[in-house]
């Protein structure tokens, strides 16, 4: 397999926590790639010109990144996604949830670098206020048990999430009066996935 990839992108690193979680991150050959060349090096595979996009040893290319992480938990047989019952529909929201805060801080990262007179505050104060609702959800739900510490579709997204806000959200200081939620990313930080992908 082969995955076009930059070591910055969060959704990348959704992936490869999938991938190293499921034992197959030794059988994806990685094709770097940067925002000057994006678009002439996936935009055949990929119409929209984004990254991840994982070709498969078929030669089939698959986008997004939620599509991939199944793909490879499928291929693994990672476990990492229940087949049916509530338990699939937990995993599958809390995906949804964390793919949500990286959608936000991603694009409230990219706006903070327009040029002045382009950028939004009011934009900008709007993702804050979503990053901060979902912060506060994913408290709530760590302080009630309902964060799993098991990897899962779930779980990896929002861990991988967290790590992205720390990263390009330092103004946000996610973890002042979560301490629940923060002592649950600690743990998680740990595990061998969490490691090997670190940006
Ligand atoms: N929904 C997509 C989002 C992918 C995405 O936005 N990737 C960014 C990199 S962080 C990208 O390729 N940006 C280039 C562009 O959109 O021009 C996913 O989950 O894979």
Known sequence: MKLHYALSSPYVRKVMLVA?????????????????????????????????????????????????????????????LPASGPDRWRVLKQQSLGQGMINAA?????ETRRPEGEMSPAWIAKKDNELHRTFD?????????????????GTLTIAC?????????????????????????????ARPSMLATAP
């Open 20 to 80: 190293h979680e499921c034992g197959l991150s030794d059988r994806i050959e990685l094709l770097p790639t940067t925002p000057q060349t994006i678009i002439d090096d996936v935009s055949s595979e990929n119409p929209l010109g984004q990254i991840p996009t994982l070709i498969t040893d078929e030669g089939i290319a698959l986008y997004d990144s939620n599509v991939i992480a199944e793909y490879l938990d499928d291929l693994g047989k990672g476990g990492l």
């Open 106 to 110: 991603n694009l409230r990262y990219n």
């Open 137 to 153: 959800a994913l408290d709530a739900m760590a302080r009630t048990g309902k964060l799993s510490d098991n990897a899962d579709l």
């Open 161 to 189: 999430a967290i790590a992205y806000a720390e990263l390009r959200w330092p103004e946000g200081a996610w973890d002042t009066g979560r301490s629940i939620l923060a002592a649950w990313y600690k743990k998680f930080s």
